[in-house]
C-alpha cells in the first residue's frame, strides 16, 4: 500500500525555521520526482519545491527561494523541506506529493501539471506562523 505521511508542522513565531518530513511506504519516493506543495486559507494550491530524480533539476517558488531547501534520505525513503526565515505569509498546509511514472519536467511536476504528473500525495502538515 502506497503512502506518504508528512510531520513537522506546528506553530512557529516569525523568522523562525521548521523541518518537515515525509515518510514513504510501499514504493521509492523519489524514483522519479518528488516535491512539496502548500494551500493557504482561501488561496489555490502552489508549488513550493520540486526534486527531479532523472535529471537532477530543482524548482523553487520565488516566494520561498534561499530560505527553503528539500533534501532526500533514500535510506529513509524520506524526503524534507527546511524553511527558515518564516512570515505569516507561508501559514499553510504543506503536502508531499511523489511521482509514480517518468515525469516530463519539473516546472510541470510542480507548476504547470501537478495533478497530471504526482500520482501520490500526503494529507498534509499545518504550518503556522504567528507572534
Known amino acids: 500500500q502506497v503512502q506518504l505521511v508528512e510531520s513537522g508542522g506546528g506553530l512557529v513565531q516569525p523568522g523562525g525555521s521548521l523541518r518537515l518530513s515525509c515518510a514513504a511506504s510501499g514504493f521509492t519516493l523519489d524514483y522519479y520526482g518528488v516535491g512539496w506543495f502548500r494551500q493557504a486559507p482561501g488561496k489555490e494550491r502552489e508549488g513550493v519545491s520540486c526534486?527531479?530524480?532523472?535529471?537532477?533539476?530543482?524548482y523553487y517558488a520565488d516566494s520561498v527561494k534561499g530560505r527553503f531547501t528539500i533534501s532526500r534520505d533514500n535510506a529513509k525513503n524520506t524526503v524534507y523541506l527546511q524553511m527558515n526565515s518564516l512570515t505569516p505569509e507561508d501559514t499553510a498546509v504543506y503536502y508531499c506529493?511523489?511521482?509514480?511514472?517518468?515525469?516530463?519536467?519539473?516546472?510541470?511536476?510542480?507548476?504547470?501539471?501537478?495533478?497530471?504528473?504526482?500520482?501520490?500525495w500526503g494529507k498534509g502538515t499545518l504550518v503556522t506562523v504567528s507572534s
Open positions: 506529493a511523489a511521482a509514480g511514472a517518468p515525469v516530463t519536467t519539473v516546472q510541470a511536476m510542480c507548476v504547470t501539471e501537478p495533478t497530471l504528473w504526482m500520482d501520490y
Open positions: 526534486f527531479h530524480s532523472s535529471d537532477g533539476s530543482t
